[in-house]
């Protein structure tokens, strides 16, 4: 068999000097490939958006059952590049100005009581308890010639839907009160149940596809009545995703994560109060891609391709008209190494400053902005077989590769320098 | 598969798993919206017993909750003698008795024993179900007659007052009783911590559901805090105190303009908070130290009167001189203390005195208080006649509305066919005295839960009609609500509430 393919493929071996030549130029260094579509994105971080805290988030509120309708808009035109630099979306193969547009809704149903109080319970008995639940809907869309560009690798540029579901409980600790300093602490695990819509040849996704197990602690403190100091540590361990999207564009390994986040609200009456906040999110160690496929659709490719990709949008000409006109390259394919690669992490620092309307008792209406201020998202250097007949793999390509920078894509990759709005609505059933 | 990293889950999300896991969502939302349940449904269906604060002794027939219709749990009666007057704490709303067991600690160590230091869960104790003072009256008058009772008969402690610490919604709830019940000499003192007695601002007159009692009871400027206010803040044989926070931002529920709301006129008001620099919150205000101990040293003030038989109490005797009639007190040594401008009388805010002559026409509101003993009598109301007495009749009643269902508070008008009898009702089911609430014509009676309304007037000279009864049924929901929860205990109760639906007037 291997010999076969050998002898098909020997009368175009001829062919294979020039490209190796051609693809070993000084452009090797500048991914000319133009297959890195830097296409984002999906809901950056859609955990750390699940999990920023808001005023009271972990202080010891009435035992009763809340429901929470979570809003949250944004449209990416900017994000992280592997170094921290701020990249438009899309480039430099298409222009700037398209954008991943996405909203999450997300539904929270809260509980809090004490199933264990007036009994015997060590610990429990005087401990309140809570369950959470998060649901999410999404939708998911990439604009313009973002989406046309996702269409060369037939891949889907967006996706709407159902999203992970989060089921989370924990126990609260004792109120400490120092004069006019009270706090409380929180533990708690949450579980990320991959349920989500999830489809392979998608540029986004709702769901993930990997599962999460979140342990966390978080503190509660409050100041003269007015100051309130919200916080968490939680460190995400995350699953393998065997069935990477987007042409292997999502790791296959995700790394863990650790989470800081901290807000401090301000009580102005009993019906207003301001918040600002810092979000933190960091991977600890690097996300792993072994199934990387990613490719264009339509192959083989003109040399045009080639020449139009690199000297129109990086802006100077790397490939002489000679070698775009060149006749030993009236054709070629690509085809990529699957792996292993391996980025460097991702790392998302946020603020965020909100304003809180509380109605009566039992509703809250708040909105809030959320604004990157630091982030490094994911890259990683692929290797790209180069041949000239198909199947274009290792023996076919003779080994002629050649390098590209491709940006990983969805939460566990990219994170987006674009801000975000967030309205929510939170009720607290029973109050009067 | 791991590689090089091991990971928690390793669950490659197969289309059966995502099956599977779509399943556990469903699933965990069931199990998700069960532990919402009321606490009293959700252990029992999973075959396990509701815990209770289940310290009272054996031997003690647990009074039953007017709420639930349940044996009230809670604590007291665990030994060490009586020699002080015993206390009962009333706890707040949806929680339970066991609410007090850090302030019983520090009464333990200031020297009260369990014998003399009482709790009992009179509510729901969940937060589904708000409580109502009003649709609780009888609790508290249930858990001082058992506690009186059960002193009287296993300890041999006559024990005719206790001392009575309410918080929260347990402060209005007790005033409400005292004032109900006529029972103000059953209560040597009264200490209020926290108590919503000029509203809370987390009640509003509009509120919707299952709690619409309660905050039909204590939105600021309700007319149920207005009636129970009315007439003296302090009145009877009762000493009071009133504990909050007094800061506008310690205890939530009080903020500015409110952080005076707990104080009663004519009480020992204690604002601890502004007064001492803290910071207690609502909770935990009576669970601290110092907050405790001013309660206890407040307690400690005055005579002890475990031990003096009830008989011995003073009464007010009217007596009919060559002068007139006159009201004085019938023990040697005990006072008067008498009003006639249609308020009540009270120990802080009205003049002693030995006896007062009565003028024709004028009504009296008086009690007996004996000074060395402390023991006092339930309040009486003497009204002399203006010219001739008349003869034969008793005077009759009407109330309008007659009861009903209804969705909306009611403003209940009583009205009597002698012009100058004056009338008397309580909403609490309880029998009626001339002590009890005094009607105010200009004053409808406000009506704001499901209750039993009974009036009587009574004419110069002290004859009175017969009793009239009605009952009013406010806030559906309450009702469908406790019908609800009731079932679990009596599943032949129908399921849905089937009351007339009528407009408020």
Redesign the interface.
């Given at each position: 068999m291997i010999s076969d393919l050998f002898r098909r493929t020997r009368p175009r071996r001829r062919v294979v000097p020039k490209l190796r030549r051609l693809l070993r130029s000084r452009v090797r260094a500048r991914a000319w490939l133009a297959l890195a579509p830097a296409l984002l994105l999906a809901l950056p971080a859609q955990a750390g958006i699940v999990f920023t805290p808001h005023l009271s988030e972990y202080s010891r509120l009435?035992?009763?059952?809340f429901v929470e309708g979570t809003l949250i808009m944004t449209q990416i035109e900017e994000i992280y590049d592997r170094e921290g630099n701020e990249v438009p979306l899309g480039e430099p193969f298409v222009k700037a100005g398209d954008s991943t547009d996405a909203a999450l809704f997300l539904f929270k149903?809260l509980?809090i009581?004490n199933?264990?109080?007036?009994?015997?319970?060590p610990i429990l008995?005087t401990r309140d308890q809570f369950?959470r639940?998060i649901?999410v809907l999404g939708y998911q869309q990439n604009t313009g010639r973002i989406a046309a560009r996702t269409r060369l690798f037939g891949i889907r540029p967006g996706s709407n839907g159902l999203g992970d579901?989060f089921?989370l409980c924990g126990i609260y600790g004792h109120?400490h009160?120092w004069?006019?300093?009270?706090f409380n602490g929180l533990l708690a695990t949450t579980i990320k149940?991959?349920?989500g819509d999830?489809d392979q040849d998608a540029a986004l996704n709702i769901g993930t596809?990997?599962?999460?197990?979140i342990p966390q602690f978080a503190f509660h403190a409050e100041a003269?009545?007015?100051l309130y100091v919200d916080g968490t540590f939680a460190y995400q361990?995350?699953?393998?995703?065997?069935?990477p999207s987007f042409g292997g564009l999502t790791p296959t390994?995700i790394?863990?994560w650790r989470n800081l986040e901290i807000n401090f609200a301000w009580k102005f009456?009993?019906h207003w109060f301001a918040d600002i906040g810092y979000s933190f999110r960091e991977s600890v160690?690097r996300n792993?891609y072994?199934k990387l496929t990613v490719n264009f659709e339509d192959q083989p490719l003109a040399p045009e391709s080639a020449c139009n990709n690199t000297n129109n949008n990086l802006g100077v000409e790397v490939l002489t008209p000679e070698v775009c006109r060149n006749p030993v390259t009236q054709q070629f394919y690509l085809s990529p190494k699957p792996g292993?690669y391996e980025d460097r992490g991702i790392e998302g620092h946020m603020l965020t400053a909100g304003i809180y309307y509380v109605y009566?008792?039992s509703s809250v209406l708040q909105l809030r902005v959320a604004q990157p201020i630091r982030g490094r998202g994911s890259q990683i250097d692929a290797e790209y077989y180069v041949c000239a007949i198909e199947p274009c793999n290792e023996q076919t390509s003779g080994g002629v590769t050649t390098p590209t920078t491709l940006f990983g894509v969805q939460e566990a990759a990219a994170v987006s320098a674009s801000p975000y709005l967030e309205l929510r609505f939170v009720h607290l059933?029973?109050?009067? | 598969m791991s590689r090089g990293r091991p990971t928690p889950f390793q669950v490659p999300v197969k289309a059966s798993v995502k099956v599977v896991g779509k399943s556990l969502w469903l699933l965990g939302l069931v199990a998700l919206l069960g532990a919402c349940a009321p606490r009293e449904r959700l252990l029992p269906a999973l075959g396990l017993e509701v815990p209770r604060v289940d310290e009272l002794p054996q031997d003690f027939e647990a009074p039953l909750s007017a709420q639930t219709g349940q044996p009230m749990d809670g604590f007291g009666g665990g030994g060490g003698g009586v020699e002080r007057t015993p206390v009962i704490f009333v706890h707040g709303n949806t929680v339970s008795a066991g609410f007090w067991k850090p302030t019983r600690e520090h009464f333990e160590d200031a020297g009260y024993s369990q014998d003399e230091l009482w709790a009992f869960s009179w509510g729901w104790n969940n937060a589904r179900y708000l409580d109502s003072a009003d649709l609780s009256v009888q609790s508290v008058q249930r858990m001082v007659d058992a506690v009186q009772g059960y002193l009287r008969e296993q300890r041999g402690v006559a024990a005719p007052q206790v001392d009575i610490i309410g918080h929260s919604l347990g402060v209005t709830l007790v005033r409400q009783w005292m004032k109900q019940a006529n029972a103000w000499h059953r209560v040597r003192r009264f200490i209020g911590v926290a108590g919503a007695n000029d509203g809370v601002w987390t009640a509003w007159a509009d509120t919707r559901g299952q709690q619409r009692p309660v905050a039909w009871e204590l939105y600021p400027g309700s007319p149920w805090l207005a009636q129970l206010n009315r007439g003296n803040e302090v009145p009877g044989g009762t000493r009071y105190m009133t504990l909050y926070d007094g800061s506008g931002w310690g205890d939530v529920l009080f903020p500015y303009p409110l952080e005076d709301s707990s104080a009663l006129e004519g009480a020992d008001n204690l604002a601890w908070n502004r007064e001492h620099g803290d910071w207690y919150g609502h909770l935990n205000l009576p669970w601290e130290e110092g907050p405790a101990q001013a309660m206890i040293d407040w307690l400690r003030e005055g005579p002890q009167v475990p031990e003096v038989d009830p008989a011995d109490a003073p009464d007010v005797a009217l007596e009919d001189g060559a002068e007139g009639p006159r009201l004085h007190a019938d023990q040697e040594g005990a006072q008067i203390y008498c009003r006639d401008d249609g308020s009540d009388p009270g120990l802080a805010n009205t003049e002693p005195r030995a006896a007062l002559p009565m003028q024709p026409g004028r009504l009296y509101s008086c009690f007996a208080h004996d000074p060395q003993t402390g023991l006092a009598s339930p309040l009486h109301r003497h009204k002399a006649w203006q010219g001739e007495p008349a003869q034969g009749q008793r005077p009759t009643l009407t109330i309008e509305p007659a009861g009903g269902a209804f969705e909306q508070p009611q403003r209940v008008r009583l009205r009597s066919d002698d012009p100058e009898a004056f009338i008397v009702y309580n909403t609490a089911g309880l029998p009626l005295s001339t002590g009890s609430p005094l009607y105010d014509p200009e004053q409808p009676i406000f009506v704001a839960a499901p209750l039993r309304l009974t009036a009587m007037a009574v004419s110069p000279g002290g004859q009175t009609s017969e009793p009239v009864t009605v009952d009013f049924d406010i806030s559906l929901e309450l009702v469908e609500a406790t019908r609800t929860l009731q079932r679990q205990f009596d599943p032949s109760r129908p399921l849905r509430y089937a009351g007339d639906r009528k407009q408020g007037n």
């Open positions: 009435p035992r009763a059952p149903y509980w009581g199933l264990f109080r007036d009994s015997d319970v008995k369950c639940m649901g579901l089921g109120e009160q004069g006019p300093l009270k149940f991959p349920i999830y596809n990997y599962w999460s197990y003269f009545g007015r361990f995350n699953g393998d995703n065997d069935e390994r790394s863990n009456s009993e160690g792993g072994d292993p009566r008792t059933w029973w109050a009067p | -």
